[in-house]
């Protein structure tokens, strides 16, 4: 663990903006459409060593993948556990119920849509299916965190 004496070290949480590319494979694979591997690799190593890059830059501390290598975590566990189904049908939030016109933006900027808004929900008992994607995720972060100098560490 990380620590200090001498000042308050930072840290953040949550998807940071991912590149038009990486958006589109990771929305394709997540509609079931087949993405070439070799160049799912080659995006996600260029995204997360991206922000671990910027992250060292910005002064964090401790830093993350920004969620590069997902599309959100409420629709990338159920590609990886059992136990969910059908969509969760959540209610639209808030900003999207009094400011319809953003609404509009994201349409525009984002004409394909992941499943964010409509994830499986869970209906029976949760496992993971396999640990070998988040082994390959931890050891993308920890290669692109060597090539930055360590960062972070």
Known sequence: MIKS?????????????????????????????????????EAMDRSVGYVVNKQKEAGIDIGNDGEQQRVAFQTYMAQRMTGFAGESRRK???????????????????????????????????????????????ARVKRQVAAAGNAFL
């Open 5 to 41: 004496r001498d000042r308050i070290l930072t840290t953040h949480v949550g998807s940071l903006p991912r590149d038009a590319e990486l958006t589109d494979l990771l929305i394709r694979r997540e509609a079931g459409e087949k993405v070439d591997p070799k160049q799912m690799a």
């Open 92 to 138: 639209a939030g808030k900003d999207f119920v009094e400011f319809p016109e953003l609404v509009e933006m994201f349409g525009r900027r984002f004409p394909k849509r992941s499943k964010i808004q409509n994830a499986p929900q869970a209906v029976a008992e949760i496992s993971y299916r396999d640990t070998a994607a988040i082994k390959d995720e931890i």
